[in-house]
């Protein structure tokens, strides 16, 4: 039958899917246009880390400041807070495929402003048009392929719309790869993604609305016209029958919980099961985000050059890694999740994200003190190029650290052919910077010459393996299943903007902490949250796995209620 849940995938259900979609290609032809907000949300997320290291090229006022940095990343994070508020008024007021059209017009509008940006504020204001087009996309996409897929194959289908958005991640990656040499690198990386929303935008004009929302509108014939090509011939009439039943039954819940956004929480708030539901959804995805997940989605390549690799282009292709392995664990994690279960799921998760934050600290830890000294006579090679706040003859003796956090904005000339071997601190300005390439040899701003740049790489893979499958995915499944039907979308609409809240927090953060704290100490603090994470999951968020939505309805709203206990099924 129809219904407003979301389904999740199993293995038969794939081959369903496959088989279906051969017969039926319109239902294929829905599920990838809509499908194409995914890729917009994964693609948004990837490529700003790539084009970051060319806007700090272009503007110095980016490159000195690590707070417009990082306003120049969240600021789509605050708009998506507010296109996913607005995306719900605007399902049920306009529609689903009315929703996605303005999405894309919002990002096709940023993706162009941004590529002609003059100015870091322009940039800004065109990530915050990307940002509401992204928040918009991401709550609509995957209900419109729910609402207008058959039921058999609606899990598959909207785990399609999840491995797009990591999909999006690693197209990203390659185009800001390719466009590396490029003129305009960063404004080519930038203003590319307008063209997916172009085709979205074009591909959803020639599609229908979604049935369910047609059917409560009133508009029961434009309804049962498109379930006639989703569904056989033989199975309209039923299919029509369920979503009838539906949508009545939806309608009957939702007169029963107050008229109004205030009504409907203050009665939410009120009962038990919603309390310990939302604690179980919030803290999920509020853990999701303070595992630090998004510093590294966001600041890959910076990342990657905080580990001794000076090379913008270097830095992206090994961010691919990455990116590469966050797609692999999406599809990892569809084959363990019904089989390990979500509460289990996560906690394995944390477990390796605790131990891979603590070792990538420890290798920071060990890079900064094993950072190359500051020569006098390599300095005084370069004559007066010298960094201001470095005095030769001085007793104190600097390393390439001590070079990168002057209060003059200095940079670090690698020696030639031993990098580890004593440098230069000289003033960061583009003649320098040309001098010292000049002389064949690295120049560093982020991170200094290390021999642990691969064992961060290593590490930082082994985070992201832990991190997605566990982490990555169950906290939207937890929140899909934990809610009561007549609060669900109250609910997952709380739990989502918390979501978005707490990435805004740690994407305008991560880099001032890199700063303020180092590195080494970022990565621990990250650890310690994940630890606390752990332990506040273990107490608080229970085990859904194989339970039908009364089942964990009752379960929750139990006197003798556990988390960490798990509930058997009671119904076949």
């Known amino acids: 039958m129809v219904d407003g849940g979301i389904a999740k995938a199993d293995k ?53 400041s690590t707070v417009l940095q990082e306003t120049i990343v969240s600021m789509a994070v605050a708009g998506a807070i507010i296109g996913a508020a607005l995306g719900g008024w605007m399902n049920d007021k306009w529609g689903r495929r009315k929703s996605i059209i303005i999405a894309d017009v919002l990002f096709f509008a940023g993706a162009i402003v941004m590529a002609i940006a003059p100015v870091p504020g322009v940039i800004i204001l065109g990530r915050i048009f990307v940002g509401i087009g992204v928040g918009m996309a991401s709550m609509t996409a995957p209900l419109y392929i729910s609402e207008a897929s058959p039921a058999r194959i609606r899990g598959a289908l909207v785990s399609m719309n999840g491995l797009l958005i990591t999909g999006g991640q690693f197209l990203s990656y390659l185009i800001n790869l390719a466009f590396t040499k490029a003129p305009g690198t960063w404004r080519w990386m930038l203003g590319v993604a307008g063209l997916p929303a172009l085709v979205q935008f074009l591909l959803m004009l020639s599609l229908p609305e979604s049935p369910r929302w047609l059917y409560r509108k009133g508009r029961k014939e434009e309804a049962a016209e498109i379930l006639g090509k989703i569904y056989p011939a033989d199975e309209v009439k039923s299919e029509i029958g369920a979503l009838r039943r539906s949508v009545e039954e939806e309608i009957a819940q939702e007169g029963g919980v107050g008229e109004g956004l205030s009504g409907k929480l203050k009665k939410a708030l009120s009962s038990t099961v919603v309390r310990r539901g939302l604690a179980a959804g919030i803290l999920s995805q509020v853990a999701q985000q303070f595992v630090g997940i998004n510093s590294v989605m966001y600041y890959s390549p910076t990342i990657v050059q905080l580990a001794g690799f000076a090379s913008n282009s270097t830095a992206l292709a090994l961010s691919l890694i990455t990116s590469g392995l966050n797609a692999v664990g ?5 084959y363990f999740v019904d089989r390990a279960g979500r509460r289990r799921l996560m906690l394995i998760s944390l477990v390796g994200i605790v131990a891979c934050l603590a070792v990538l600290s420890g290798i920071f830890f060990a890079a900064a003190s094993h950072s190359p000294l500051v020569g006098e006579t390599e300095t005084q090679f370069f004559g007066n190029a010298t960094c201001s706040d470095y005095k030769i003859g001085s007793r104190i003796r600097w390393k390439c650290t001590d070079c990168l956090k002057a209060a003059a904005d200095c940079g670090f000339c690698a020696s030639t052919p031993n990098k580890l071997q004593p440098g230069a601190c000289l003033a960061s300005n583009d003649l320098t910077k040309d001098t010292c390439h000049a002389n064949h040899r690295e120049w560093y701003t982020q991170g200094c010459p290390s021999d642990f740049g691969w064992l961060a790489l290593i590490a930082l893979g082994a985070y992201i393996i832990s ?34 809240g707490a990435n805004l927090i740690v994407s305008q953060s991560f880099l001032s902490l890199t700063q303020a704290l180092g590195t080494a100490p970022t990565f621990l603090l990250f650890g310690v949250v994940s630890m606390f994470a752990f332990v506040l999951i273990f107490f608080v968020v229970p085990e859904t796995k194989g339970l039908q939505f009364e089942e964990v309805e009752s379960m929750l709203e139990d006197k003798g209620y556990k988390p960490w206990k798990t509930r058997k099924r009671t119904t076949p």
Not at 330 to 334: E, G, K, P
Not at 473 to 484: A, D, G, K, L
């Open 467 to 500: 991190y997605s499958p566990g982490m990555g995915t169950v906290p939207w499944i937890i929140n899909s299943e934990i809610y009561p039907l007549r609060f669900r979308g109250l609910c997952g609409g709380i739990a989502a903007v918390s979501n978005w």
């Open 330 to 334: 999406s599809i990892v994690s569809m």
């Open 12 to 64: 038969t259900e794939f081959k369903e899917c496959l088989s279906l979609t051969w017969k039926q290609p319109y239902i294929l032809r829905l599920a990838l246009s809509a499908g194409i907000g995914g890729l917009l949300f994964g693609y948004d997320t990837g490529v700003i880390s790539g084009a970051l290291l060319y806007i700090r090229d272009d503007f110095k006022e980016v490159e000195k």
